[in-house]
């Protein structure tokens, strides 16, 4: 019998599989993230990383498996989609009224946290790649969501944003945020609370929180 979710739980993978065409990628995942975690997945080129994140949002059916989640998601995909014709300013706003927020308070404020403030007014296609990884990670983070899921969300930060968005990181998880981020870099891999590697199609715990 199906167990439902806890209230703690944010997200729930249940046996998840999936194939492209035939080729499995994954054979039966399951990871259960509660609120105020900091979960970490590594794993090879091709492992199935971004797989399994776009099936955790709800952008992919798994063949079989279920993904369950709770709460509002904010998800910051590996490649970055943006409208090049728009300004930072006007991507702000298009998000802010997808989300129903009534002010922009929180989305100013990453805006000075990554330090891109003076970016506003810029269209999206003159952007670094950094800065352009700036302004999908603040569409993902300005409706300070209960569950956040992040696809290499880093790429591109100089170290001074990098450290920022660790820091942000902790904020958000110390005030209840359920949070999922893969990542290359070895050295990323203290910052998290449990740590999974996807390893032939599977999820294997490297470490759990003391
Ligand atoms: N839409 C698709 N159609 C067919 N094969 C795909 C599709 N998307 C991904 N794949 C294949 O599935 C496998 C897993 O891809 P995925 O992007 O999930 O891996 P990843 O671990 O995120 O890789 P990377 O670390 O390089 O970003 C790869 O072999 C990839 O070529």
Redesign the pocket.
């Known amino acids: 019998m199906r167990r439902e979710m806890s209230r703690q739980e944010r997200l729930r993978l249940s046996g998840v599989h999936k194939s492209?065409?035939r080729?499995p990628?994954l054979r039966g995942v399951s990871l259960s993230v509660p609120a105020g975690s900091l979960v970490g997945v590594v794993?090879?080129?091709?492992?199935?990383?971004?797989?399994?994140l776009r099936i955790a949002v709800g952008q992919l059916a798994p063949d079989r498996g279920r993904a369950e989640r709770a709460g509002t998601l904010g998800y910051c995909p590996?490649r970055v989609r943006l409208d090049e014709a728009l300004t930072v300013g006007q991507h702000l706003r298009l998000f802010q009224a997808a989300y129903r927020l009534p002010d922009l308070g929180r989305a100013n404020e990453l805006l000075e946290t990554f330090r891109f403030a003076d970016c506003r007014q810029r269209r999206t296609r003159e952007l670094s790649g950094g800065t352009r990884q700036k302004l999908n990670l603040t569409l993902a983070l300005m409706h300070t969501p209960d569950l956040l899921i992040l696809d290499e969300p880093h790429q591109g930060f100089d170290w001074d944003a990098y450290e920022r968005f660790w820091a942000v990181m902790e904020k958000l998880r110390n005030s209840g945020c359920a949070i999922v981020v893969?990542s290359?870099l070895l050295h990323d891999q203290d910052r998290f609370d449990t740590l999974h590697h996807?390893r032939a199609g599977s999820l294997h715990p490297e470490r759990r929180a003391a």
């Open positions: 492209y065409g080729t990628v794993g090879e080129n091709g492992a199935g990383k971004s797989t399994l590996q893969v290359h996807l």
